[in-house]
């Protein structure tokens, strides 16, 4: 293996282990600067949902909370074996490429969650509530891009 290539695999590891800590740090801190933060944020303020309503949402919080915990763990998992991987083979080899497609996986997983939980989350709304939630939706997505 050559010096840059070495080097790039340290830059690598490296970054891995900064991004698995923003994921453990996410975890941990709550509200997080992502756009369904930014939906609760208008759901708990600006729509006033009824009793009923905020009945609805808590179920649906616990639920989505419950998720997004099994695949922020199967992330670290997944960061744990790409760190083991790059460790063993020094490089891009089979071992780090399947590491790396299962955390894309685990992602699209985080992130196919998530949007599930946004339109579970519109369901409990009235008319009204869900154009100003659309609003809050589209705004959110474009103004932080994953
Ligand atoms: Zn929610």
């Known amino acids: 293996m050559t010096r840059a290539r070495w080097t790039w695999a340290i830059v690598l590891a490296a970054f891995v282990a900064a991004v698995a800590g923003v994921f453990v740090g996410r975890a941990l801190i709550t509200p997080r600067p992502t756009p369904s933060a930014e939906l609760h944020e208008v759901l708990h303020r600006q729509l006033h949902l009824d009793a009923g309503q905020q009945a609805r949402l808590e179920v649906l919080e616990r639920r989505f909370a419950l998720r997004r915990s099994a695949i922020e763990l199967e992330m670290r998992a997944d960061n744990t074996r790409l760190a083991a991987a790059i460790e063993a083979e020094h490089g891009d ?33 009235r008319p009204d509530q869900a154009k100003a939630f659309d609003r809050a939706v589209v705004k959110a997505l474009t103004a932080n891009p994953q």
């Open 93 to 125: 080899g089979p071992q780090v490429n399947a590491a790396v497609d299962a955390s894309h996986q685990a992602m699209g997983e985080l992130q196919k969650a998530t949007l599930a939980h946004i339109f579970a989350m519109r369901q409990i709304l």
